[in-house]
Every structure is written in structure tokens, then in C-alpha cells.
């Protein structure tokens, strides 16, 4: 009896597993081209001059990161520009620290996440005339004086 019922519950997890996977855990198997060098490189609305004043007015240093003068080294966002000019997979890769100084960053690195999940659609790349998903490295200068 006590086998029938867990080999009963283990179908039933089975089955409703879909419905647990999140959105970016499905986002992973997709079988989609990505590119790292496409013909033409996403770009902005308004261009690079305005990524600038948008990152610069949207990503914000909390007040105890700022004192304490952290050195974070280079930031960069790694995200993916997918064929609608639509960003996802985001991620922040930056220099090895120790755990109290990534702990007291953590949520500067969530502004960072959130100012580019917040971005308005982009003009996506370009392969042979036609729109493709684009992995996209934006380096993130942090000055904290």
C-alpha cells in the first residue's frame, strides 16, 4: 500500500513539474541562436549617449556603499537583447570579493538588475537583414566620490 501511494504522488509531481519551472529556468532551454558578433550590434533608443544619462539617472549607490568607498574593480551587466529589442538573463559579473563587501553590495547589484530590467525596448542586431538575439556586455563604471 505505502508503495502504490508513493509511486502515486511521484507520477502526480511528475506531472504538474511544468508548472513549477520558472519562467527563467525555461528561459535556459530554449533552443534559440544567440549571438555574440552579429552583423549589426543592438543599440539604445537615442544611442550610446543616452544609455549613459539613462544608467547615470536609473542606477543609484546606497548611501553605506558610498561611504564606504568600496573598490568593486569593473562591473559589467551581461544580458541578452532578444529579437524584439526585449532584455532578459541578466547578470553582473565583477571582480572576486570577500563575503561581508559582496554581502554590503548586494543591493547595489539588485539597482543595477533592476534599472536594466526596467530599460525600454532596444533596437535589436542584426544577421543577414534579420532581427536575432544578441548577448550584450555593457561595462558599468562606478564612481563613488
Do not use: C
Request: a positive charge.
Amino acid at each position: 500500500m505505502k508503495r502504490s501511494v508513493l509511486t502515486l504522488l511521484l507520477l502526480i509531481a511528475t506531472a504538474l513539474s511544468p508548472f513549477f519551472v520558472g519562467t527563467s529556468a525555461f528561459a535556459q532551454t530554449r533552443n534559440e541562436k544567440v549571438y555574440t558578433v552579429p552583423e549589426r550590434q543592438p543599440e539604445f533608443p537615442g544611442g550610446k549617449a543616452a544609455l549613459s544619462t539613462y544608467l547615470a539617472e536609473t542606477i543609484r549607490v546606497p548611501n553605506s556603499v558610498a561611504k564606504k568607498n568600496y573598490d568593486t574593480g569593473p562591473i559589467a551587466a551581461k544580458f541578452i537583447i532578444d529579437e524584439l529589442g526585449y532584455v532578459h538573463d541578466i547578470r553582473i559579473t565583477m571582480k572576486p570579493l570577500d563575503k561581508k563587501t559582496m554581502k554590503s553590495l548586494s543591493g547595489f547589484m539588485t539597482n543595477i538588475i533592476s534599472a536594466i530590467e526596467k530599460m525600454p525596448r532596444w533596437e535589436p542586431g542584426e544577421v543577414g537583414g534579420k532581427h536575432v538575439a544578441v548577448f550584450y556586455t555593457l561595462p558599468i563604471e562606478v564612481s563613488m566620490q
